[in-house]
């Protein structure tokens, strides 16, 4: 859908499509280099205390475990996305060196690859109970614990959604990692983040297929919808004004509007990964204040946030970041929440994966004159 959809087109990757199964016990890297994998855990126990049944992770590995098992880095995905999304940031010379990491890309709960609506046969569709950020978190300790038996990572590192999972991690499991990298994410869902949440999920569930959680078939009315809601988020006005022409302006919806359809299980998902953003909040998860909440924290921590990001506020990010005295990289974009794609931080993110202490909090311009 939309902001997934966007994201990942923002890449040129080349993707690998092996499918392998992986069995406890079995020594990380020994699989093909970046082909999916799948670990099943069993029952996974939500935070909610109902229970996914018969859960199983995706993931894959790129790179090699060093001796010591010091040099693990785990990189969850954002909404909508899927691990293969994220194998053309990994390799030699790029934000991630598996040439000199060991790189765990994990599949969050509803992608569609792990445990989701769309695949699960004993909770289908929106029989699939609520989950959370949280339970996105403990399904990828579990993996990394129990499957590739690490009990301590280098860095966790996440855009978006991922994001959102990297201040999760960095809160609940403070002393796992030594580096957290946050990109666009947020410890806190805001009230404008819920609106535009809100707003997506009313559209898709306005369409006729849709069927008060029954679908009668694909969605695509709702789902054009949502398109539009998301178009003008994920982006500034000032974006859009620059890339779409008035007089161009009904090639560009009526584009969309054509392209718009989805099946009713990645409507599920959808749905069920957009209610886990808006109920995202660490500080009353732990009972405390933001600022409190993040002196919890005792990685180090690189926030990168962008000033024009529409869809994920950046505020609580830089509060966070503010109150234990983290670096902020503040990216200054029309391209809002696409920032990442207009402004290379690659090499900032390389940097402090090798020495943290070095990066100082900066504000990077785009200077292409989109």
């Known amino acids: 859908m939309g902001r997934a959809k966007k994201l990942a087109a923002a890449a040129v990757g080349l993707f690998v499509f092996c499918v392998c199964e992986r069995a406890y016990g079995q020594s990380p890297g020994q699989a093909t280099e970046g082909a999916q994998q799948y670990a099943t855990l069993g029952e996974l126990k939500l935070q909610s205390g109902a229970i996914l049944h018969d859960f199983h992770i995706g993931y894959r590995t790129l790179g090699k475990l060093n001796a010591d098992k010091t040099n693990a880095v785990l990189w969850p995905t954002w909404l909508g996305g899927r691990s293969q999304d994220l194998l053309e940031f990994v390799g030699p010379g790029k934000v991630v060196d598996s040439g000199k990491y060991f790189v765990v890309l994990v599949d969050a709960i509803g992608d569609g690859v792990s445990t989701s609506p769309s695949n699960s046969a004993s909770q289908p569709h929106m029989k699939f109970p609520n989950f959370t950020i949280r339970d996105m978190v403990e399904s990828e300790r579990r993996l990394t614990t129990e499957v590739l038996r690490l009990t301590h990572l280098h860095a966790v590192m996440g855009l978006s959604m991922g994001g959102m999972q990297t201040f999760e991690w960095a809160v609940a499991y403070p002393d796992f990692m030594d580096v ?131 869809m994920v506020n950046p505020s609580p990010a830089a509060e966070f970041a503010k109150a234990i005295g983290a670096p902020v990289v503040t990216l200054d974009s029309p391209c809002g929440h696409l920032s990442l794609s207009c402004i290379s931080v690659g090499p900032v993110v390389a940097q402090f994966l090798v020495d943290p202490t070095s990066v100082r909090s900066q504000t990077i311009r785009e200077s292409s004159g989109r």
């Open 180 to 310: 957290i990298i946050p990109m666009e994410g947020s410890p806190q869902s805001t009230s404008y983040d819920k609106l535009l949440w809100a707003s997506e999920i009313d559209a898709i569930e306005l369409d006729p297929a849709w069927n008060n959680g029954n679908p009668t078939g694909p969605l695509t009315r709702g789902i054009a919808l949502e398109e539009e809601i998301d178009s003008m988020n994920v982006t500034s006005p000032a974006y859009r004004v620059a890339q779409t022409k008035t007089e161009n302006f009904e090639s560009f919806i009526g584009e969309m509007r054509k392209n718009s359809r989805s099946e009713a299980g990645a409507v599920s998902d959808q749905i069920r990964q957009r209610e886990a953003i808006m109920a995202l909040d660490i500080p009353r998860e732990f009972g405390v204040s933001l600022e409190q909440t993040a002196k919890r924290t005792r990685s180090r921590m690189l926030v990168i946030v962008s000033v024009e990001d529409h």
